[in-house]
């Protein structure tokens, strides 16, 4: 046995911690601008707001970037990147994207460098990044506890920008902040960490040092995921989901994912799907014929959800699914496109290495099998 | 629920990792200078010598400090700090000693303070201390991942200097370096791991955080310890309880331990004896009155180990004890201490934080009760 495992942030876990962001920020000693990075939305909300006067009150400058929504492009992490110039802090809030963002523009500001630097690995990202305060307001991503880092390229290519230098200082996570969540978003995010801990745990780069955070980011989330969509004033739910996420971030930080992820990429490779969403359709897809594997790492996680065997995982997904409200269907603009379509990004070079790390081979008769069964859902969201 | 935990830091495990020790010094960019804290019995064997000619062959002026034995002290601390200044990474190699030696070394240098400035938190500590690399070679303290660092203060007073400025940046953890640890010694350090976790698991502090680690590092010391003590080179075993003292490490750095470290401290304060099997016998003494309190932590520890709830922890304890061969037996030097003496000890300020974290309140008849019980104990050692 042989493994490593990277460095994994002070967590704060708690409800209405949030309240305090102001005090954690202060823990910085000698912070005097931070820069918050959250999506329109959220600001609107007057959150943002409130956040700015606490700080100036402790003679800390803030400064807000919120002009994004939806997936991050070049231009957010560029304007981010310039306003963080001179900050000492970096707080992320609010789903994937703000956090991405954030840990990115703490990067580019340290060195003066554009993002399109790193990405790919290009080059080396700077050892002394600026502090990072990461608040996830979803609970399915684990951006907080990763150092992957997603964006569209400059011709809307997706990219990545990765390292251990984006990973965040300190995390918050405040269940109080997810409840306004609405349930179908609830589930696609909560479905997403699930597979996230499932696939880091049973894929070929798994190791021992990943599955501890691994089953119990799949038992968080199989236990209380209906509890948190039914009910969304739920705190105790919604806090074993958002922190199952976060162990389920540190899981993928280490080993990665598998097949569903990419047939998740695929998907949105071909029109916008959420994230979630396709992975959770992705999964199920590929469920019966992964579990036939019978490996001893498969085993394990149905057994750390309390399953006899993995025979027992795509029943129970299935109706995880089914209790959860995830209609398995494609949104609307899927319309357009074939199973050769969907095929031929499943084969796509940057979605090889979430095939590769799938614990057998996928031949492209079984691409050529799963893009057909994703391809004749209903195309009605 | 609330909780924080503190950061770990990136951990490799494996045997024969240690083999690449100068690889994993030149991952930090730029290290120069290293200095290695290693005591004076693992030093004389050859170890000292290959590393350095490794070392100084990658262009890093190697350095070393093994001039200490058992506990540090003071002095200890004083003349590694001096040899660590202007170096950019400190090593230690060894048991909890070594270890807390070189973790204040690299921030006494950095700022240039002499330990005792930072004794019982007297001052902050430098938030950029050098950079550290533990490697344990006893499996028992968790030193490597914990914020505690212990030493004998100018009038032989136990003292500590705690925070995270003191933790390592990078752990390795190797099985093969523990095979030379006798049988004795094996149980020992095994037994204050699995003690750490089960303390941590179970105290006032507890929580779901620090119980992820804790609960791992019980399973894995109590399936274990036996195995790495009847057959030193089974380096699975090895492995398994060294990977469980890591995490106990972890879980005694969010929560801290309780009773048996009470009792341990106090009977260290007497006369010299070594900490796990003092912690063992402490343990044992106060094992069926604690599990008695029955509380929902107790029965998860329990079950975390096999067991059906809290009554079956005491005879599984003993047993363990039994099959791993330790002694319930004191040193020699012991015979001119009374009950009253341990009970004085256990009352002094210094050992207070430990009795009151216990879960539930220990009377004065209860410290004298446990004294009386540890000090009936044959001194034969």
Redesign the interface.
């Known amino acids: ?15 209405g ?1 949030f309240g305090d962001l102001a005090g954690a920020i202060r823990g910085f ?1 000698g912070a005097r601008a931070v820069l918050i990075v959250m999506d329109g939305f959220l600001a609107s909300g007057g959150l943002a707001k409130r956040l700015a006067g606490e700080l100036a009150e402790a003679g800390i400058e803030p400064r807000l970037y919120s002009e994004f929504s939806g997936e991050p492009k070049l231009a957010h992490l560029q304007a981010a990147s310039a306003l963080a110039k001179g900050a000492d802090v970096v707080v992320g809030i609010g789903g994937g994207s703000a956090l991405d963002i954030a840990k990115v523009a703490a990067c580019c500001a340290a060195s003066g460098e554009d993002p399109m630097f790193y990405a790919l690995a290009a080059n080396p990202l700077p ?1 002394n990044p600026l502090k990072k305060i990461m608040v996830p307001t979803t609970a399915g991503t684990g951006s907080e506890t990763s150092a992957t880092n997603i964006f569209a390229g400059p011709e809307g290519k997706k990219l990545w920008i990765w390292g251990p230098e984006t990973k965040a ?1 300190l995390v918050l996570l405040d269940p109080a902040l997810t409840i306004s969540l609405p349930p179908n978003l609830t589930a696609w995010c909560g479905m997403d960490a699930f597979i996230h801990a499932f696939e880091a745990a049973t894929n070929r780069n798994t190791h ?2 990943a599955k ?2 691994a089953h ?1 980011a799949m038992r968080l989330v199989a236990g209380s995921l209906e509890a948190a969509v039914k009910a969304p004033g739920n705190l ?1 739910a919604r ?1 074993k989901v958002l ?1 199952g996420s976060c ?1 389920a971030g540190i899981a993928i930080d280490n080993c990665g994912t598998a097949i569903a992820h990419n047939i998740s990429h695929a998907l949105a490779g071909l029109a916008p799907i959420h994230h979630g969403l396709a992975t959770a359709l992705g999964f199920e897809a590929t469920l019966s014929w992964l579990a036939d594997m019978d490996t001893p790492d498969l085993n394990e996680a149905a057994r750390a959800i309390g399953l006899k065997n993995a025979d027992a995982v795509p029943g129970f997904v299935s109706d995880l699914m089914d209790r959860c409200g995830v209609e398995r269907v494609l949104p609307k603009a899927f319309d357009g496109f074939s199973a050769e379509d969907l095929a031929a990004e499943m084969r796509a070079p940057e979605n090889q290495p979430m095939r590769r790390s799938t614990i057998c081979e996928v031949t492209d008769a079984d691409i050529d099998a799963f893009a057909a069964r994703i391809m004749s859902l209903p195309k009605t969201l």
């Open positions: 046995m042989q493994f490593s495992t990277s460095f994994i942030p002070d967590i704060r876990f708690g409800s911690l000693d050892k200082d021992a040092g501890l955070y119990e105790e806090g922190l162990y």
